[in-house]
């Protein structure tokens, strides 16, 4: 095996010079109603057994006010390509070598589109958080131990919208009431351990959305909440959404997170968007084979069943991808071009695209 390390500048030239063809999905511009335009993105990771391709050909779009979500198995770059959208890639070893992020940005009533990948990152620090903002998987790591609440979501309104003093606490308390947080004045003077998980992950939210941005990324926000907290949490989402418009992207692992909450879905495997469409359509019509396992492998309560499905084999090694398709090993419907020759974008239907030379048979 070759240990020898690559440079970022060596995989710039490999992400620019020999690039597997990937079909986009959706249309080429950021259009009126489409708020974020996500194109052929390409994050790498240098390591001693090579290039780690995390994120390695991705587009998606989003339009205003609805919810897409991005699901796959842990590894598949899911929570990399969001981090890639913000620009909070860790470098190294990490670097974003290739792609396109326009965002449209909304400054004295007109709308400008800009690709927050060549942005200064002066200019990036107004955009995260004022426009685009992340909520992440676990609070605890997210908020400071050392901070009270009203410290951390107070720095963010700082940041983004200059206030100081008692309009600061103000618009502190408008936050945290925002998310449904009882009691806000005297929860902003309490420090992070002394909330319950649901609670601090509402913090988390309110420090999202206290600037207003037009895009939130949750990724995985409610892994470490018990069922009828994450059932709340959702809703609580839901009602932000109806109430701001703000659009979502919701990075899960769960199919019933998805049927619950997103308008589309984009279903992600090694790097890449494998399947993308309506959220109905991908239920009831899946076309992958890797989706149709994801889809079997939820259980049902309305059908009886025995042991449910479950994929085979493992992930293949993001530094030593096959030539063909990355599932191909894994997939029962595979054939010998599979191995060779990374498929083609089809289209099943309006908005409904899949990678696949063999897909599933619908019913």
């Known amino acids: 095996m070759d240990q020898t390390t690559s440079t970022p500048e060596a995989e710039v030239e490999q992400a620019n010079v020999s690039p597997k063809t990937y079909d986009r999905f959706g249309p080429d511009t950021v259009g009126e109603e489409v708020v974020l335009d996500v194109k052929e993105l390409r994050t790498y990771f240098t390591t001693r057994w090579g290039t780690v391709k995390a994120v390695d050909g991705v587009s998606y779009r989003v339009h205003r006010g609805e919810t897409l979500g991005i699901v796959g198995e842990s590894g598949s770059g899911k929570s990399v390509q969001a981090l890639s959208v913000m620009r909070l890639v860790p470098s190294p070893p990490g670097h974003i070598v290739g792609g396109e992020v326009r965002l449209a940005i909304t400054e004295d009533g007109k709308t400008t589109v800009k690709d927050v990948l060549q942005v200064s990152e002066s200019e990036m620090t107004k955009i995260r958080g004022g426009e685009i903002a992340m909520i992440l998987q676990d609070p605890m790591t997210a908020l400071n131990p050392v901070f009270t609440i009203?410290?951390?979501?107070?720095?963010?309104?700082?940041?983004?919208?200059?206030?100081k003093g008692k309009p600061l606490?103000?618009?502190?308390?408008?936050?945290?009431?925002?998310?449904?947080?009882?009691?806000?004045?005297?929860?902003?003077?309490?420090?992070?351990?002394q909330l319950s998980?649901?609670?601090?992950?509402?913090?988390?939210?309110?420090?999202?959305?206290?600037?207003?941005?037009?895009?939130i990324i949750a990724d995985e926000p409610t892994t470490s909440l018990d069922v009828t907290i994450q059932a709340a949490y959702l809703r609580l989402l839901k009602q932000l959404q109806a109430e701001d418009g703000v659009s979502i992207i919701f990075i899960t692992h769960d199919f019933g997170i998805v049927a619950k909450m997103c308008d589309r879905v984009a279903v992600m495997y090694a790097g890449r968007i494998v399947e993308s469409g309506d959220v109905r359509q991908i239920f009831n019509s899946p076309r992958h084979p890797y989706t149709q396992a994801l889809i079997e492998s939820v259980p049902k309560l309305e059908v009886k069943?025995?042991?449910?499905?479950?994929?085979?084999?493992?992930?293949?090694?993001?530094?030593?991808?096959?030539?063909?398709?990355?599932?191909?090993?894994?997939?029962p419907n595979v054939q010998e071009r599979c191995r060779e020759e990374y498929p083609h974008s089809e289209q099943a239907g309006e908005n409904h695209h899949f990678h696949c030379w063999n897909p599933v048979t619908q019913q």
């Open 169 to 193: 606490w103000e618009k502190i308390i408008e936050a945290l009431r925002h998310v449904r947080i009882p009691a806000a004045e005297q929860r902003a003077k309490d420090y992070p351990h």
């Open 305 to 331: 069943t025995g042991r449910l499905r479950q994929i085979d084999g493992q992930p293949p090694l993001l530094y030593n991808l096959p030539p063909g398709c990355p599932f191909a090993p894994r997939c």
């Open 150 to 163: 009203e410290n951390q979501v107070g720095e963010a309104i700082t940041i983004h919208q200059g206030l």
């Open 197 to 215: 998980g649901g609670m601090r992950q509402r913090v988390v939210g309110a420090i999202g959305i206290s600037s207003t941005p037009s895009v």
